[in-house]
């Protein structure tokens, strides 16, 4: 018995768990006149079709963001390695400071994401490229913008998951914001900043608007100790959302805007996007 046991765990050392790899591509985009910078997490189960998560950076940060802060490569490895995991392609895009929108200043990012990035992505890898199978997900300027594209692109994605995101009721003027956080806006509401656009492009009012044969859940982490006070914003949209009639979660964490809690939710998130992706919801 000894012997066998022995002879087990020295198979088991010397085949290494398989991991995913990471690439990186340049897509091209019509809608910007460019191309876009992108990581992308391929799980090493590639023999079926893979739901995907769109994983969004933060303001100041880049494509290569998830990699490296987040940590996103050993934990999609550990994740999708457990009993019952659905393995999902990780998509990082790079759009600067454009906070996800369409604007004068940064470029068509939105329709480049959704006409240009999106297709590409269904071409290039074995996808399942069902809204039922694609979701998005983002910390402080991406979780807004994980948030907004659900909620007004309802047919293209099924979920989103926002980690401290930036998200904020509509407003009347610039003077509703502090002014660190128009500094943060960086032109893309607007040159003086404009409060129709930010309205017009914000992800609270959609809500009531989401189809009921097109569901989007949501799933909201933030830290209690958030130094830009953006839990506030948090828990105004956990609450528009559950009375607009959505599923949504709610995690309150221990912290401040940081990386530490952005890396440990990646995984919950990660799991929680595969109880969505079965065949039930196929719809």
């Known amino acids: 018995m000894i012997a066998r046991l022995t002879l087990l765990l020295m198979l088991l050392i010397a ?72 393995p999902m ?13 369409d604007s004068q200043k940064y470029g068509a990012w939105e329709r480049a994401l959704l006409d240009d990035l999106i297709p590409a992505i269904d071409r290039l890898y074995p996808t399942r490229p069902e809204r039922a199978q694609r979701f998005v997900a983002g910390l402080s300027m991406g979780g807004y913008g994980a948030l907004r594209l659900a909620a007004h692109h309802p047919a293209t994605f099924r979920a989103a998951a926002a980690f401290s995101p930036a998200v904020f009721e509509d407003v009347t003027s ?28 914000n992800a609270f009012a959609p809500l009531r608007e989401i189809p009921k044969d097109l569901p989007v859940d949501f799933y909201v982490m933030t830290g209690d100790h958030d130094g830009l006070g953006l839990w506030d914003g948090a828990l105004r949209f956990f609450r528009a ?31 929680w996007f595969g109880t969505l992706s079965g065949p039930l919801n196929e719809r």
């Open 241 to 271: 959302a559950r009375g607009a009639g959505h599923a949504v979660e709610l995690r309150v964490r221990d912290g401040d805007h940081e990386w530490r809690l952005w890396r440990e939710e990646l995984a919950p998130a990660l799991r």
């Open 174 to 201: 610039a003077a509703d914001f502090p002014d660190f956080q128009l500094r943060f806006f960086a032109g893309a509401f607007g040159e003086p900043f404009d409060p129709a656009l930010f309205n017009r492009a």
């Open 89 to 101: 392609l990780l998509v990082m895009p790079g759009v600067g400071n454009s906070w996800y929108v």
């Open 15 to 86: 085949v290494p768990a398989l991991a995913g790899t990471v690439e990186e591509r340049s897509i091209p985009s019509p809608s910007l006149g460019t191309s876009i910078d992108i990581r992308v997490y391929v799980p090493n189960d590639t023999a079926t079709p893979l739901p995907v998560v769109y994983l969004l950076h933060g303001y100041g940060g880049g494509a290569h963001d998830w990699i490296g802060g987040g940590a996103a490569q050993t934990t999609a490895d550990a994740v999708f390695a457990e009993p019952g995991a659905v």
